[in-house]
């Protein structure tokens, strides 16, 4: 029944890699902008990285050079690949997905439950 669904989060060592998959479920269409936020505890959610139809990306500095977003759109699924994690990666990770249900309504972010990446030092 999600209609966001995230999968590939666990514990990793520093300096290990993880790869997260995310797909919108068959119910979305017209997708546009995916992406992916975090939240560690005692802090506010932010983002971590995001990727429009075109492949155009963005990353949050402190993932630069370490992550890496992508997508099909064929199968309207994004992916997170981390490498170099930090402990300062533990965070709950949250997929996004920007489209609609229905073209009587406008479009909005669709957004996953969330998948727990814990990095141990």
């Known amino acids: 029944q999600a209609q966001v669904q995230e999968s590939g989060g666990g514990l990793v060592q520093a300096g290990g890699s993880l790869r997260l998959s995310c797909a919108a479920s068959g119910s979305i269409f017209d997708i546009n902008d995916m992406g992916w936020h975090r939240q560690a505890p005692g802090k506010q959610r932010e983002l971590v990285a995001h990727?429009?139809?075109?492949?155009?990306?963005n990353y949050a500095d402190s993932v630069k050079g370490r992550f890496t977003i992508s997508r099909d759109n064929a199968k309207n699924t994004v992916y997170l690949q981390m490498n170099s994690l930090k402990p300062e990666d533990t965070a709950v990770y949250y997929c996004y997905a920007d489209g609609r249900r229905s073209w009587f309504q406008s479009r909005h972010d669709y957004w996953g439950q969330g998948t727990q990446v814990t990095v141990s030092s």
């Open positions: 990727i429009t139809t075109g492949g155009t990306t």
